[in-house]
């Protein structure tokens, strides 16, 4: 299976393409707004692998948003091969009627260096080096994300395109290594909303480049995942 070190990236901030899309922020969105979450799930689901080998997630997340903007803070345990993580995003999105747009930069963090039982560890972190932009485009509630590395694992691609109707969403995503083969895989997610707190998530690899019996072949076995979500007020 492929390292989350050299197939895992996300980061970016286009100005231009924010300043150009200012003027359609409802003037409602002015104030600033500081808003957080936690969660627990069975398993750390990352783009169609469990990255915590069987073992549960806890995770959680503060972003402060204004006029369209945002930025925040994502923290998670769960990496089996890397350790604690914590992300820091910055980002603008915006909507035009049914077409909605988001460009975000976001930045990898593992704090303990993958050693278990070290805890967060600041003086070891990984700040800077690990990187990618995500650009989002929607319409009527279809999306197709890109993520595209900027830093940390040069190459690597990550596109997924999702819609849903009611509770059920479903998702494809392909990891690609810069467009050539060796180490692409697609996978499947097919999500439930149970209520605003619990989901459930079936995900599957339905193609890859490695075959079933190569050392670096993905698991195939389908995997399901149960979250509970909980926003917390401040």
């Known amino acids: 299976m492929l390292s989350k070190t050299t197939h895992f990236i996300r980061t970016g901030v286009a100005a231009a393409v924010v300043g150009s899309a200012l003027a359609a922020v409802p003037a ?11 969660s627990v799930a069975n398993m750390y689901l990352w783009r169609g692998l469990d990255l915590g080998d069987g073992s ?12 369209g903007a945002y930025a925040g803070i994502w923290v998670s345990s769960g990496d089996d091969a890397l350790g604690n993580e914590y992300d820091l995003y910055v980002g603008y999105g915006a909507e035009l009627g049914d077409f909605s747009f988001d460009i975000n930069l976001t930045n990898y963090n593992y704090s303990d260096n993958g050693l278990a039982g070290k805890g967060f560890d600041v003086s070891d972190d990984t700040t800077g080096e690990l990187s990618e932009i995500i650009t989002t485009v929607g319409f009527k509630g279809i999306s197709l994300s890109y993520y595209d590395n900027i830093a940390g694992a040069s190459g690597y691609e990550y596109w997924t395109l999702s819609g849903g109707v009611g509770k059920v ?13 060796g180490n692409d895989m697609t996978h499947v997610d097919l999500s439930y909303a149970f209520n605003d707190n ?3 998530t079936a995900s599957k690899v339905v ?13 195939e076995d389908v995997k399901f995942v149960v979250a509970y979500s909980l926003p917390i007020e401040i």
């Open 28 to 38: 409602a969105q002015a104030a600033g707004e500081l808003s957080a979450s936690a």
């Open 169 to 181: 969403s479903l998702t494809a995503g392909l990891h690609a290594a810069d467009g050539s083969s």
């Open 207 to 219: 193609d890859q480049d490695f075959g079933k019996n190569d050392a670096g072949a993905f698991d």
């Open 198 to 200: 619990i989901s459930f």
């Open 56 to 67: 549960a997630a806890v995770s959680g997340d503060l972003t402060y948003s204004i006029g």
